[in-house]
């Protein structure tokens, strides 16, 4: 099974409208974290959220929120207010632990277009 | 503060010739490193990853291979490159012990002709 699923290929959203991005994870793991990266096209990948396992609140930074829903395993990104210079990929990954830090997993990534 | 060097940002490389793609991490002792590729469009496919000096875990039988002679240095090499081997190719370090984020290098786009 995959450990993390990003069921949107891609999505449209007009400027200054919020988007939410899903990601759905698979884990046995009680301790792990959640991540969501930002990859524009010049290829870097920019660190946006981490949501924590035993974190009871929902993340957030800025514009970017983690909809943190643990007995459903879903891990889904808001943006809000999108802005033209969001148009990228966006990709959920996991880290488990406690014992096997080393490994992440990552989705196959979500291509988000703003419209002006 | 840390930092991730890759070199070179970009290669085209004819099929069969060797390769070698460094990467280094200053800043942080001990990190965790990984080797990503991503063919264009896709997601993130992990190749290596590495918890110490000579310590090397594979993930996906290949035509590449990972070493890491020093704590914060990682190298892929390929003996032979197939057209196969195209693509994004990403480094990474993360702490050890922790859940924390991975930080990414800026990436080298390798074009096998």
């Known amino acids: 099974a995959q450990k993390i699923t990003q069921t949107q290929p891609g999505m449209f959203v007009q400027e200054k409208e919020a988007v939410t991005l899903d990601c759905t994870y698979d884990?046995?793991?009680?301790?792990?974290?959640l991540f969501w990266y930002k990859q524009p096209s010049s290829g870097e990948m920019i660190f946006l959220i981490y949501?924590?396992?035993?974190?009871?609140q929902n993340a957030t930074e800025g514009r970017y929120s983690l909809n943190f829903q643990k007995a459903r395993k879903s891990a889904n990104l808001v943006i809000s207010a999108s802005q033209l210079g969001d148009s990228a990929m966006y990709f959920c990954a996991m880290r488990e632990g406690p014992y096997n830090f080393n490994k992440f997993y990552f989705g196959s990534g979500t291509k988000l277009n703003v419209k002006p | 503060s840390q930092t991730i060097h890759q070199w070179p940002a970009t290669l085209v490389q004819p099929v069969g010739s060797p390769l070698s793609l460094e990467c280094t991490v200053e800043?942080?002792?001990?990190?965790?490193l990984y080797w990503y590729r991503q063919a264009a469009g896709r997601g993130l496919q992990l190749l290596f990853y590495s918890v110490g000096i000579g310590q090397i875990s594979s993930e996906v039988p290949q035509n590449l291979s990972a070493s890491r002679p020093q704590d914060r240095q990682f190298i892929l090499s390929s003996k032979k490159l197939l057209l196969s081997d195209s693509g994004f190719y990403l480094c990474?370090?993360?702490?050890?012990?922790?859940?924390?984020?991975?930080?990414f290098g800026p990436g080298t786009r390798l074009t096998v002709t």
């Open positions: 800043g942080t002792s001990n990190p965790n």
């Open positions: 884990t046995s793991d009680q301790s792990y974290g």
């Open positions: 990474a370090w993360s702490t050890p012990d922790s859940s924390y984020e991975q930080y």
């Open positions: 949501q924590g396992s035993y974190d009871e």
